[in-house]
């Protein structure tokens, strides 16, 4: 019975379960190996980018790549994890779990993952020394800036900005020396930044920072325009304050150092790239009104003073006047009837004689 059923049970067995489905399962076990060897790949790779971070890490704190970079923005004042050493560890770490995940998609056989990570593991190198570059100018910046902040402070040219806008700036900055150094410095990380945007290939980021690279130049031809003018319209009211001490020379001593800053200012904009038109507009506009309301005042004050000073003497000596007014005036009436009765009398006299002459019959 037995050996007539078992036939039966297998043919039912073989109706009952599809062919795709043992198909299925039969890929599912062929496939369980290469599962198998990408665990133990992504394990071990995990060991291996723990290791190298870690190593990575001690190699970098040992060289005090964290101390160089301290002051830098790439460095942290309060990072108990080793800073700069710390984040480079972690990024080799990083690297190494992006190939063990990439080597496991290829023992997968997963084509789109595998070409996916192809192209991301092409462009690791690339960030990987874009970082070294970074860490490196930005540490060359910080000691370049150290070295001219020593070299500038040693003219101790703080003591000629004393009294001027640019004292201010200077002491926030800690003088002259400190605030070159760190425009150095800070010019080394622009470059450094660019050169790190070239390397990773970011087009619209390069263009950035080309653009402004191209703007550096002259706005430090504009800053050394501003020093200059600050130093000279200092000079010049030194120069015009020290004729005598009145109040007046102290006055156009400061007159002189206002036009000689707005001077500087305005071509120190215009080196820049910055439109001066409205800086001119607006002195033109002072300037006439200055000159106007000085001279309205000017007229007032001789108006008034010229009134005010004459009222006294106006009194003092109308009566004077009018008597003189007066006497001129009798003067000329009595010369007036003086010449009218000489007149009459010629005329009298004049008469006489013609009559006398007509009836003297000599005359015939």
């Known amino acids: 019975m037995r050996s007539q059923a078992q036939p039966l049970i297998e043919t039912a067995l073989q109706v009952q379960v599809p062919g795709f489905l043992q198909e299925t399962i039969a890929n599912i076990i062929a496939f369980i190996p290469a599962i198998i060897g990408a665990v133990i790949i992504l394990l071990i790779g995990w060991i291996l980018g723990r290791i190298l971070g870690g190593i990575t890490t001690r190699v970098l704190e040992k060289i005090g790549l964290s101390?160089?970079?301290?002051?830098?923005?790439?460095?942290?004042?309060?990072?108990?994890?080793?800073?700069?050493?710390?984040?480079?560890?972690t990024l080799v770490s990083y690297i190494v779990y992006f190939y063990a995940a990439l080597a496991a998609a290829d023992v997968l056989g997963i084509a789109i993952l595998s070409e996916s990570l192809s192209e991301i593991g092409a462009f690791l190198p690339v960030l990987f020394s874009a970082a070294i570059i970074l860490i490196i100018g930005f540490i060359v910046g910080r000691k370049l800036g150290d070295i001219i902040a020593d070299i500038v402070g040693g003219f101790r040219l703080t003591t000629y900005v004393q009294g001027t806008p640019?004292?201010?700036?200077t002491t926030s900055a800690g003088g002259i020396g400190n605030a070159t150094g760190k425009l150095v410095e800070y010019a080394v990380y622009f470059f450094t930044l660019l050169t790190a945007a070239d390397t990773l290939g970011i087009t619209a980021l390069s263009q950035l920072l080309n653009d402004f690279a191209a703007f550096v130049p002259a706005l430090?031809?504009?800053?050394?325009?501003?020093?200059?003018?600050?130093?000279?319209a200092d000079a010049l009211e030194d120069i015009v304050a020290s004729v005598d001490a009145s109040r007046l020379t102290t006055l156009a001593g400061l007159g002189v150092k206002l036009f000689v800053y707005y001077i500087t200012i305005t071509i120190a904009l215009d080196t820049i790239g910055f439109s001066t038109a409205v800086l001119t507009t607006f002195f033109t506009a002072a300037v006439t009104a200055l000159f106007g309301a000085l001279g309205v005042a000017l007229a007032l004050a001789i108006?008034?003073?010229?009134?005010?000073?004459?009222?006294?003497?106006?009194?003092?000596n109308i009566d004077d006047w009018m008597a003189s007014a007066r006497r001129s005036v009798s003067g000329l009436n009595e010369?007036?009837?003086?010449?009218?009765?000489?007149?009459?009398?010629?005329?009298?006299?004049t008469r006489s004689r013609d009559d006398f002459d007509s009836s003297d019959p000599t005359n015939d």
């Open 166 to 169: 640019l004292e201010g700036i």
């Open 303 to 316: 108006a008034i003073g010229v009134g005010w000073g004459s009222k006294d003497y106006v009194a003092e």
């Open 220 to 232: 430090i031809g504009g800053l050394l325009v501003l020093v200059v003018g600050v130093f000279v």
């Open 67 to 89: 101390d160089h970079t301290r002051q830098t923005p790439l460095g942290s004042e309060t990072d108990p994890d080793g800073g700069i050493a710390s984040a480079v560890g």
């Open 335 to 349: 010369e007036s009837s003086t010449r009218a009765n000489s007149g009459l009398g010629e005329d009298t006299h």
